[in-house]
Nanobody, 125 residues
Framework: VQLQAFGGGLVQPGGSLRLSCAAAGFTLDYYAIVWFRRAPGKEREGVSCISSSADSIYYGDSVKGRFTISRDNVKNMVYLQMNSLTPEDTAVYYC????????????????WGMGGQGTQVTVSS
């Protein structure tokens, strides 16, 4: 039982990517989901979260206004649309369950639950 992020790649500064998060072995409907990233030499950073019904959404300050999180519970998927990308967004991106339900802001790492394989995003000219 795990989550898998995919859709990463190489993109030029100012470009866009859409990441997807899929579940294997369970239904995402009941879970709030958090996207987080790990850049080389940096601490893990929570990027965004979305509640199970999508009525509560939060973004980290570094991505606010550029990234959009969404979910499609019919397709059992969560998405992260990333626009206006900069080299500082280069990282491996992961999705995980959010044990806080995304009710109080982007959760800290201690509140990240089930995760899985990440996807590399590289922003470079």
């Amino acid at each position: 039982v795990q989550l898998q992020a995919f859709g990463g790649g190489l993109v030029q500064p100012g470009g866009s990517l859409r990441l997807s998060c899929a579940a294997a072995g369970f239904t995402l409907d009941y879970y709030a989901i958090v996207w987080f990233r790990r850049a080389p030499g940096k601490e893990r950073e929570g990027v965004s979260c979305i509640s199970s019904s999508a009525d509560s959404i939060y973004y980290g300050d570094s991505v606010k206004g550029r990234f959009t999180i969404s979910r499609d519970n019919v397709k059992n998927m969560v998405y992260l649309q990333m626009n206006s990308l900069t080299p500082e967004d280069t990282a491996v991106y992961y999705c995980a369950t959010d044990l806080t339900g995304c009710r109080f802001g982007v959760p800290a790492p201690t509140d990240w639950g089930m995760g899985g394989q990440g996807t590399q995003v590289t922003v470079s000219s």
